[in-house]
């Protein structure tokens, strides 16, 4: 669905055709994915949380276990009371969790199923047993797309668990939907600095294992409730994303937990690229009180200087990329900086916001003929990219047809990565991430070069 | 370890081959809260009528339904393939509240005029019905104008299974039979149906027709065109693979076309033989039919019966578990791991009916798990307790498989090799042994190496 504009008209009906974007309760499922002991719930029909687990595999390459409540033709008739109950009674028999997160589908949402009241009622009604915190956050795909569930079940999570404000001198870190290799280093970062911290959500581990010795209900891992709770009490909130910053005031975890808890928020672009990372780094200063740690000084330094020796090769370079908002603006941060121009920038979603985020990383996006496209999709993609042929095409796996139909490289980023292995070990945040980006594109290229080359010389 | 529990309401549909009497609950609706490995009645529709590569399929709903069946299927087309795109009427809050049906006309229209599809299919997605559109009204509408088949696909995923969703697609095939010329069929015609093309297994089974001097008139819907399944009531026999998904084509077009049908599964050496044979065996007038397949039958096993020997080698005594779609398929996969010298410890499927178990029941050994609509927790309670060495699958038990340190064989609609017929046996076979005989396993905790404490010491 091509709009052009910023203020996507609906007037002209089109068709979506291979959709840049997922649904909306994908997200919410990843999001849960990285809590301990939790398990998500979908609120509606089999189809789509076996269609989401598939998805969700097929990238991470790990048992990811969604349950469903499961509708039948009454259900969708008499409402999905029964059903919740009855899924929540078995989840817990069965998987003893510690946190259940329920998003809703189209269908429950359809309907009208009032799922805090159905929650309220199994509270009373199972008011004598130990149950778990249940979260739950509103995913109708009709509206948003997955990158919205995503935070919204991350709010939910806060807003279901956290109750008490205090004065920790630990630190919130809302990284939002990046690697499990990202998680992973964003939590090294944040202990070096000497900090203690609560990383929502976490499934570097839960996503990103070792092979077990027996099977796991639930896989070992993920930020523990407990830590959660503690989130009211934290000295300040980091949390990434600036689409997200401009949902409105309370939308997201870090303002919910500004407003109700009063806890600092430093609202931050994703790490990706010099710049971008030195603001991330000087939060962690600010925080911390203390100077960057030695190690991440060298990191930056070897990263500026592969800048330096591989300058030529970028400088001057147009690339197309695409994917969710935040990482779409992170990408373009991250390009300008080593003269990359994203030629065309796009994504599914429709914030509204794009182009104002992509100018304040790059500049003058008109003087730099740099075209957004929000709420596309990889036909319109296809189309633009055809005309503006860029050297370079910078997403995830489903861009794949379109590098194809140009001949042009495709790095891949982001989610998900279905047609290559690893992709939950891709780093993209930080001095390192910038690092491994720089690395893999600077080589996209060469090897294009040489491959296209009569001479294929076998030195650069 | 921790045992892992079974549901109370989930016992009846697992039973234990050698213990109690046989009794499986199957055809139910699966247990709220429990993880299914089901889809849904869109999923059962999308894989019957996917492989149509000259039609639009378009998903008529919110887009999660459209975007994951984008191109995840390895259903092979010979010439165009708009199957492989991903149509979606992408429904926002706005048509949700007002209805889609002008969004879904214009959309249709746009695609046709687009893409010039010889038909288009318009599935109905959970919401559809909901919100009160009416789909069958809006193709007729654009059929007229537009002067194609436009097929309502009635899916909405809540409303039964998945078999229901087959249903679903072969009413909107049944409606193209029979719109096209058969003048220049012969008395020697078959339809192939339940055959997707997966990584061009239709091609591979029509060659042996062919070669035994069989008109093949249409594959549904593999590799399929619109104008052959047009005139599929033109052929004198239905050949009906998967009994699941398209058994009740074959009877409608029985009823109406009086063509007979019979049932085949292409998959290991006897079952493929034997889809060879019980065709040939419906030309008696044509002797020379059945000799040429008696000739191509000994050709190609013996080409590959030395490979195999090579396998089984290394296969022998090893034993797989086999959770599949559809129950027909679990069978021929326990004749053919026979073959390799493999036991079967576990054998489930998402839709068998009682028939299918009793006949699982009987293709078992002792000590064999049956098991219907499991979920994950179940099949690696029984990879663990029986000690499995391969297990057989789709996308959703990959996973759980390698977490145990257990192999795994991809038999389902993603994959891209094809697995029927006797290269198909052979690649099968090839599958197997790469995954079962690769060293990695003995890293994996659960085999045994517990990685002992490594020690090295100077020289
Ligand atoms: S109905 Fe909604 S929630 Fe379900 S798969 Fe489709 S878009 Fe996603
Ligand atoms: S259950 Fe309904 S909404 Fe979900 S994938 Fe199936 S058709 Fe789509």
Avoid at chain 1, 172 to 200: C, E, Q, T, W, Y
Avoid at chain 2, 5 to 32: M, N, V, Y
Wanted: hydrophobic share 40%.
């Amino acid at each position: 669905m091509l709009t052009t504009s910023e203020t996507p008209t609906e007037e002209r009906y089109a068709a979506t055709r291979n959709a840049c974007k997922l649904c909306t309760p994908l997200g919410a499922c990843l999001a849960f994915k990285g809590i301990r002991g939790a398990i998500p719930l979908l609120h509606g029909s089999q189809g789509c949380s076996t269609y989401i687990r598939r998805y969700l595999i097929s990238h991470f390459k790990e048992p990811v276990d969604i349950a469903c409540s499961n509708f039948a033709e009454q259900t969708a008739i008499f409402g999905g009371g029964l059903n919740m109950k009855v899924a929540l009674e078995n989840i817990n028999t069965q998987y003893a969790p510690e946190f259940i997160g329920v998003a809703t589908t189209c269908l429950s949402e359809t309907i009208g199923d009032d799922v805090p009241m159905f929650l309220k009622d199994f509270r009373t009604t199972h008011a004598d047993e130990d149950l778990p915190p249940l979260a739950h956050v509103s995913t109708p795909s009709y509206s948003g797309t997955h990158i919205d569930g995503f935070h919204g079940a991350v709010r939910a999570a806060v807003a279901a668990v956290v109750r008490e404000k205090g004065t920790g001198d630990h630190v919130n870190l809302l990284p939002g939907m990046v690697s499990p290799a990202d998680l992973r280093h964003l939590k090294r970062i944040v202990s070096d600095f000497g900090l203690f911290f609560v990383m929502l959500p976490d499934y570097s581990e839960t996503l990103d294992g070792a092979p077990w010795w027996e099977y796991h209900r639930i896989p070992e891992g993920g930020t523990p409730v407990d830590a959660i709770a503690r989130m009211g009490s934290a000295a300040a909130s980091i949390e990434f994303g600036r689409i997200l910053a401009e949902t409105d005031a309370g939308d997201s975890a870090g303002m919910l937990l500004r407003k109700d808890f009063d806890v600092p928020l430093y609202r931050l672009g994703l790490p990706m690229g010099v710049g971008e990372t030195d603001r991330f780094f000087a939060a962690l200063e600010a925080v911390s009180g203390r100077p960057t740690p030695e190690k991440y000084v060298k990191e930056r330094g070897r990263l500026i200087d592969a800048y330096v020796d591989g300058h030529k090769y970028v400088s001057g370079v147009t690339a197309a990329i695409y994917g969710e908002e935040d990482l779409v603006v992170g990408l373009a941060a991250f390009l300008g900086e080593i003269g990359i121009t994203p030629v065309l920038c796009a994504s599914g979603g429709k914030s509204g916001h794009l182009k104002q985020k992509i100018t304040e990383v790059v500049g003058d996006i008109d003087k730099k003929n740099i075209q957004i496209l929000s709420g596309a999709d990889f036909i319109d993609i296809a189309d633009i990219a055809e005309d503006l042929k860029p050297d370079l095409i910078i997403g995830h796996s489903k861009g794949y047809s379109v590098a194809r139909k140009i001949d042009t490289p495709l790095v891949r980023v982001g989610f998900p990565i279905h047609d290559r292995v690893g992709g939950g070990r891709l780093h993209h945040l930080g001095y390192r991430g910038a690092q491994e980006l720089f690395d893999r594109i600077v080589n996209a290229l060469l090897e294009k070069r040489q491959a296209d080359s009569g001479l294929g010389y076998s030195y650069m | 370890m921790t045992s892992i529990p079974i549901l109370k309401e989930r016992e009846s549909q697992i039973w234990q081959k050698g213990e109690t009497p046989f009794s499986i609950t199957c055809d139910k609706h699966s247990l709220a809260g429990a993880i299914s490995q089901r889809a849904c009645v869109f999923c059962g529709s999308r894989v019957v009528l996917y492989p149509i590569a000259d039609a639009v399929h378009l998903v008529h709903g919110p887009i999660g339904c459209a975007a994951y069946t984008w191109d995840i299927r390895g259903a092979l087309s010979s010439g165009p393939e708009l199957h492989r795109l991903s149509f979606s009427t992408d429904l926002q809050e706005r048509d949700v509240i007002f209805g889609g049906e002008k969004k879904l006309a214009a959309v249709l229209g746009e695609l046709i005029d687009r893409h010039r599809p010889k038909a288009a299919f318009v599935y109905s997605t959970c919401i559809v019905g909901i919100i009160g559109d009416d789909v069958a009204a809006v193709c007729r509408k654009v059929e007229r104008e537009k002067g194609i088949p436009v097929l309502p696909v009635h899916s909405e995923g809540f409303k039964g299974t998945k078999k229901d969703g087959y249903k679903a697609a072969c009413d909107a095939l049944f409606r193209i039979i029979g719109t096209g010329p058969i003048n220049d069929i012969s008395p020697q015609s078959i339809n192939i149906l339940g055959e997707f093309n997966i990584g061009g297994e239709a091609w591979i089974i029509r060659k042996y027709y062919e070669r035994m001097g069989v008109q093949v008139v249409s594959v549904m819907t593999g590799d399929g065109r619109v104008d052959e399944i047009r005139r599929a009531h033109g052929a004198a026999l239905n050949v009906v693979q998967c009994s699941g998904s398209m058994t009740q084509l074959a009877q409608m077009m029985e009823e109406k076309y009086g063509i007979p049908h019979i049932r085949v599964s292409y998959f290991g050496i006897e079952d493929m033989s034997k889809a060879l044979y019980d065709v040939a065996e419906r030309f008696p007038d044509n002797p020379e039919i059945m000799a040429r397949t008696r000739e191509m039958v000994r050709e190609e096993i013996a080409a590959i019966r030395p490979e195999l020997a090579e396998f089984r080698k290394d296969l022998e005594g090893k034993k797989a578990a086999i959770y599949v779609g559809g129950a027909f398929k679990a069978f021929s996969l326990i004749k053919a791991l026979r073959h390799l010298g493999m036991r079967v410890i576990l054998a489930g499927s998402q839709t068998g009916n009682d028939e299918d178990y009793e006949m699982l029941r009987d293709l078992c050994d002792d000590g064999t798990v049956i098991v219907d609509d499991a979920n994950p927790l179940e099949l690696s309670k029984y990879i663990i307790e029986k000690d499995a060495d391969l297990v057989i699958g789709g996308v959703k038990e990959r996973p759980i498989a390698y977490k145990m340190g257990v192999g795994f064989c991809d038999h389902n609609h993603e994959r891209k090799i094809p697995l029927a017929g006797y290269v198909g046996m052979r690649n099968f076979a090839e599958e197997v042994h790469r995954s079962v005989s690769s060293p990695v396993w003995r890293f994996a905790p659960r085999r045994g190496a517990k990685l002992e404490k490594t020690e090295v010491t100077p020289c």
